[in-house]
């Protein structure tokens, strides 16, 4: 009987200790959503941007990526997201969906403008750029490489002798 009542306590307390240890991590991790502004921004490509992903300037987070919409006339991703209610951002702001690596998630990186007007809430970016994938870049420079790009060769000057 005291040998059940010892594992029974080790068990509570190792649940304890785990419980804590989540209370922690998730309090660290910043995952909330950003309360502020809504505002959008259309992509005719997004790049597997997931709802709740991050909106970032200069790598610090400012947003939530709250709502993605596929524009019935345009057929662009519309993505809506929230801002930070002491960010204002230029209406030239540009938006890019961008990744944290090879295996990482993507976010939504802002690169403010110059503009002393501002985006109100409910407005939209106009300047974005559309998501190219690792393989779209491969590709490019794969076909750049094998001469694909109508590169030609350099002509032989007036005077040059052929080879024998």
């Given at each position: 009987?005291?040998?059940?009542?010892?594992?029974?306590?080790?068990?509570?307390?190792?649940?304890?200790?785990?419980?804590?240890?989540?209370?922690?991590?998730?309090?660290?991790?910043?995952?909330?959503?950003?309360?502020?502004?809504?505002?959008?921004?259309?992509?005719?490509?997004?790049?597997?941007?997931a709802?709740?992903a991050?909106?970032?300037?200069?790598g610090?987070?400012?947003?939530?990526?709250?709502?993605q919409?596929?524009?019935?006339?345009?057929?662009?991703?519309?993505?809506?997201?929230?801002?930070?209610?002491?960010?204002?951002?230029?209406?030239?702001?540009?938006?890019?969906?961008?990744?944290?690596g090879?295996?990482?998630?993507?976010?939504?990186?802002?690169?403010?403008?110059h503009s002393h007007?501002?985006?109100?809430a409910?407005?939209?970016i106009?300047?974005?750029?559309?998501?190219?994938?690792?393989?779209?870049?491969?590709?490019?420079?794969?076909?750049?490489?094998?001469?694909?790009?109508?590169?030609k060769?350099?002509?032989?000057p007036?005077?040059?002798?052929?080879?024998?």
């Amino acid at each position: 009987m005291g040998k059940n009542l010892i594992e029974t306590i080790m068990g509570a307390v190792v649940l304890l200790v785990a419980g804590f240890f989540l209370v922690f991590a998730y309090s660290q991790a910043d995952l909330g959503t950003v309360k502020g502004y809504k505002i959008s921004a259309a992509f005719t490509s997004v790049g597997g941007l997931a709802t709740g992903a991050d909106v970032r300037i200069n790598g610090i987070k400012v947003g939530t990526v709250l709502d993605q919409k596929i524009d019935p006339v345009t057929f662009n991703a519309v993505v809506t997201m929230s801002i930070m209610p002491k960010i204002h951002l230029p209406v030239d702001t540009e938006a890019t969906v961008d990744s944290e690596g090879l295996l990482g998630g993507k976010f939504l990186k802002l690169m403010p403008g110059h503009s002393h007007e501002t985006i109100a809430a409910g407005g939209s970016i106009v300047h974005t750029k559309n998501y190219e994938s690792l393989e779209e870049m491969v590709g490019k420079v794969i076909f750049l490489a094998t001469d694909g790009g109508g590169a030609k060769p350099a002509a032989k000057p007036a005077g040059a002798a052929a080879a024998p």
